[in-house]
């Protein structure tokens, strides 16, 4: 089954060709049904790849396809080919895994939309990208892939284009990630001029050659490109503006698969990252810090998606923290778990946003327990979850991420342990405030907040609106991922025995057990208090929550504002001078000028034709003059 | 004692130059004419008197045919002029700019 | 004695052209030029060009001159031309320059002797026989092709003279060329 490992991206391949030649005319569902057959058809192999990779053996678990050569110019040559190690088939399952139920929950969610069968399309495209990506035998392949999901991410961010704030949000999207990619690029052309290869095994292989140096450009570079694909600081911004896009797209992009790209790449070079120790600091504290700033603004956001979004932002930022304390297995775990729950709390949120006729404001929602039980079970797994409560999932990813910090740097440790308080804090603060506590839709206030809506309940919820369970195509998705997220903790050891032929060298734990299970007391402790003081705020209301929600929090310490007035407005400038001075006064001056000059010089040079024939005859007189005086100095 | 042929090539030196510059200065056409003429005498002087110096006759034989040929130039040249400037005595050759650029 | 010969026809030669380049009227200027032409003539004997001397007084003085004169009456005598206006600019001044220099690079290239191979080509001028025997001889053996076509020049210039000049009342030459 492995030589079958090309039709994992080759399978939505074909779904996005099909899908664009006669989509529109299979039109609303079946054009939904092919592309997630594709789907399912891609998690198959996978996962009979997945069991022939394990017939196989420590070390050899590695098995490469070569399909055909690509670019061979000069020194460089590359070729499209996977390479099937536990690592991409790890990673090869849960994007085929999720994404079946992704597809299979838009079929429902998209049910209506009269643009149908393009979404399917663009979710095909970006299957087949991410896949690429992952399977990818050569930085060069991976690129691709890479672009290819931004490019995608773009697309389905701004699927409902008519609305500017989703066109910009798009535009926004895909410039920042380009910020990464120029960082990735150069990476590359390092990583060949050093190695003379672009290809996964020979450059891995080889790492260990590398000079200091060298490896630390090599990895601060490929951060660059990790920073701007998965939404780390500084370049972060785009995330929380892609909630544009449907709720399907959030959950399948911007929670599961394309963010975690950085993270792969990052763990795919490990054997670079290990022999530059200040690369992988920074990155510790660069995904710390994230992880701290954004469960700030997560605190005070009232639009159910935005906090999921700042969320997503802040688990990333562990994963990059559990790379950057050495400990890889415990970044690819968490990307798993999260994969699960994350995905689970957006088509859940995307759930809850079609019951209540696409209201996103939790401030209206409220006691929608008993109008949408699947909805709000399956949700409370996915909050406990990423809350960090044993035995869910989350508590033992996040656990093993707390303790590599720990001893990696206190100080990072303290600030991820600060980070999972106000992580339960905002998770339990959105279940209370959606799934708990008074009907709030039914306010006078929701009415007025939606303006001219008020006539007809299309759009937005009030009165004597009631909300409805979700369909059968978009509960099934629900279930099966909060199985997942409960259970996926017993899928520790087995990764970390798993994914060893990947590492370079595989991460120990130094602490004894009573330290680790300090730890584990001290982070626990530190969920529950979080779910408690949420409940105290929100469910008892004990404490104003005008107090724990400032202005500055709820508009993300207005960061994009900094940012329009450090480089959007130069940017702007800028582009003013080149349109308006450059191009129109300089070149255009120049061009115009050497024009303006010949005919100048015409006109002074029309004057030597007078037309009597005596300034001719005279014209004459002088050249036989100076041929004359040519025969003198001749003679001389 | 026999004048030595470079004053004679003097002579016709300066009898070209006042030929040339009278036909640059001068406006009326057959004035211009015959300062052409005079140029023309001024090269057949110089044939003669290279023929002597050098001891050849063909120096006369193209003085001969410089003569005939401005004849026939005179001839061609005058009717021509007769054509253009017809009974109109104030022509002058500034009056034919049609070249003017 | 040749020197004054010399010097006196040099004198006409001289005199008669500035009178043809300084006269106003155009009838005094043929005048000047037929002093010209006598003196080029006798400075012509004075080289042993008999011939051409001959020649020169009857086609040039006789037959060239008369011409002018015919076409000067021709278009009007009474117009003299008004010397001191130059309408051109730079006319006068770039004249006497190119004038002078073209009389100062002869008199240079004088002073030099060019030697440019065989003497005698077309036979020697003197010794003995008559100026037009020798003449006469390389003429019609030697340059015989270019003395017909001279003759056949004749004619053309003939026939072009005759076209030119005719009136015509159906097309033909018209003046209207004067702007």
Request: net charge positive; proline share 15%; glycine share 8%.
């Given at each position: 089954m492995m030589h079958a490992v090309w039709l994992i991206p080759a399978l939505p391949l074909t779904g996005f060709l099909i899908l664009l030649a006669t989509g529109r005319r299979m039109g609303d569902p079946k054009a939904g049904y092919v592309a997630t057959a594709m789907m399912v058809g891609a998690f198959v192999v996978a996962v009979g790849v997945f069991f022939d990779l394990m017939g196989l053996h420590g070390e050899e678990r590695r098995f490469q396809q070569d399909l055909f050569s690509w670019i061979s110019v000069g020194g460089l040559d590359v070729h499209v080919g996977f390479l099937v190690d536990p690592l991409s088939v790890t990673m090869a399952l849960f994007v085929t895994g999720v994404g079946a139920l992704i597809h299979l929950y838009s079929v429902g969610y998209m049910h209506g939309d009269e643009r149908y069968p393009t979404f399917f399309v663009y979710l095909n495209l970006f299957a087949f990208s991410m896949l690429m990506l992952v399977l990818s035998d050569s930085f060069l392949l991976t690129f691709l892939g890479w672009e290819g999901v931004g490019a995608c991410s773009y697309f389905l961010i701004s699927f409902w284009f008519e609305r500017p704030s989703a066109a910009t949000a798009g535009k926004k999207a895909f410039v920042t990630n380009r910020v990464g990619d120029f960082g990735f690029m150069l990476a590359m052309f390092l990583i060949f001029a050093t190695f003379g290869s672009l290809n996964y095994v020979p450059v891995l292989e080889g790492a260990h050659e590398l000079t200091h140096v060298t490896a630390t450009a090599i990895a601060l570079l490929l951060f660059v490109g990790a920073v701007g694909k998965s939404a780390q600081?500084?370049?972060?911004?785009?995330l929380p503006d892609a909630m544009e896009g449907p709720t399907p797209v959030s959950a399948l992009i911007h929670a599961a698969t394309m963010v975690t790209a950085g993270v792969f790449l990052m763990v795919r070079v490990n054997p670079i990252l290990n022999l530059a120790p200040g690369a992988l600091t920074l990155i510790a504290t660069i995904g710390a810090l994230t992880a701290f700033f954004a469960a700030t603004i997560a605190c005070a956001q009232n639009d159910i998606k935005k906090v999921l979004a700042y969320s997503t932002v802040s688990q990333l930022g562990y994963m990059f923290l559990a790379v950057g304390s050495g400990a890889y297995v415990a970044a690819i775990f968490h990307m798993v778990t999260h994969a699960f729950f994350k995905a689970l709390l957006f088509l859940g949120a995307g759930s809850v946003i079609h019951g209540m006729h696409d209201e996103q404001d939790m401030k209206y929602m409220g006691a929608l327990r008993k109008w949408m039980p699947i909805t709000s079970g399956t949700f409370i797994v996915g909050w406990l979850a990423i809350a960090g409560?044993?035995?869910?999932s989350g508590f033992w990813s996040k656990d093993d991420i707390l303790l590599a910090a720990f001893e990696k740097n206190k100080a990072l440790w303290f600030i991820g342990l600060l980070t999972a308080l106000m992580t339960a804090y905002y998770m339990s603060r959105q279940v209370f405030l959606v799934f708990?506590?008074?009907?709030?839709?039914?306010?006078p206030e929701a009415a007025e907040a939606h303006g001219e809506d008020v006539a007809h309940d299309a759009h937005g919820a009030h009165g004597d609106f009631k909300p409805h369970e979700s369909p059968p195509t978009m509960a099934f998705p629900l279930v099966v991922l909060a199985g997942l997220a409960a259970v996926g903790g017993i899928l520790k050891s087995p990764l970390e025995r798993w994914l060893e032929?990947?590492?370079?060298h595989p991460h120990e734990f130094a602490s004894s057990s009573s330290t680790k299970l300090g730890l584990i007391v001290v982070t626990t402790v530190g969920a529950l208090s979080g779910i408690g003081l949420a409940y105290s705020i929100w469910l008892r209301n004990r404490v104003r929550a005008e107090t724990v929600e400032p202005e500055v929090l709820r508009h993300a310490w207005y960061v994009d504002a900094l940012y329009q007035k450090i480089v959007e407005a130069p940017g702007r400038a800028l582009a003013n001078f080149s349109a308006f001075?450059?191009?129109?006064?300089v070149i255009d001056g120049t061009v115009n000028g050497v024009g303006a000059l010949v005919r100048a010089g015409g006109t002074r040079l029309r004057t030597v034709q007078s037309g009597f024939v005596r300034n001719y005859a005279l014209a004459v007189a002088v050249g036989a003059v100076a041929i004359l005086a040519y025969a003198v100095a001749r003679s001389a | 004692m026999s004048v030595p042929g470079a004053w004679y090539l003097g002579l016709a030196a300066m009898l070209f130059g006042i030929g040339a510059i009278g036909l640059l200065i001068r406006r009326n056409v057959l004035i211009m004419f015959m300062c052409v003429e005079l140029m023309l005498n001024a090269v057949n002087l110089t044939f003669v008197t290279f023929a002597r110096m050098l001891n050849d006759i063909g120096g006369q034989v193209v003085v001969f045919f410089v003569l005939v040929v401005a004849a026939a130039e005179v001839v061609v040249g005058l009717a021509i002029i007769v054509s253009i400037f017809r009974r109109r005595a104030d022509a002058t050759a500034d009056d034919i700019s049609l070249l003017k650029g | 004695m040749d020197w004054v010969v010399f010097v006196a026809a040099g004198i006409a030669v001289l005199a008669g052209a500035l009178g043809v380049v300084l006269a106003t009227h155009p009838v005094h200027s043929a005048l000047m030029l037929v002093m010209t032409l006598f003196g080029v003539a006798v400075l012509f004997v004075a080289q042993q060009a008999h011939f051409l001397a001959a020649v020169q007084i009857i086609v040039y003085a006789g037959a060239i001159v008369v011409l002018f004169l015919f076409v000067i009456m021709l278009l009007g005598v009474d117009r003299s031309e008004n010397v001191r206006a130059e309408p051109l600019p730079f006319q006068r001044p770039i004249a006497y320059v190119a004038g002078a220099g073209v009389v100062a690079a002869v008199f240079l290239l004088a002073r030099t002797t060019w030697v440019s191979g065989a003497q005698s080509a077309a036979g020697p001028a003197d010794g003995p026989g008559s100026n037009i025997e020798k003449l006469a001889d390389s003429l019609f053996t030697r340059y015989l092709l270019a003395f017909e076509m001279t003759s056949v020049l004749l004619v053309i210039a003939v026939v072009g003279a005759v076209v030119l000049a005719r009136h015509s009342p159906t097309g033909g030459v018209r003046d209207s060329e004067a702007s």
């Open positions: 600081l500084p370049l972060y911004v785009w409560v044993p035995p869910f708990y506590g008074g009907e709030r839709w039914k306010k032929p990947v590492l370079a001075v450059v191009d129109a006064k | - | -």
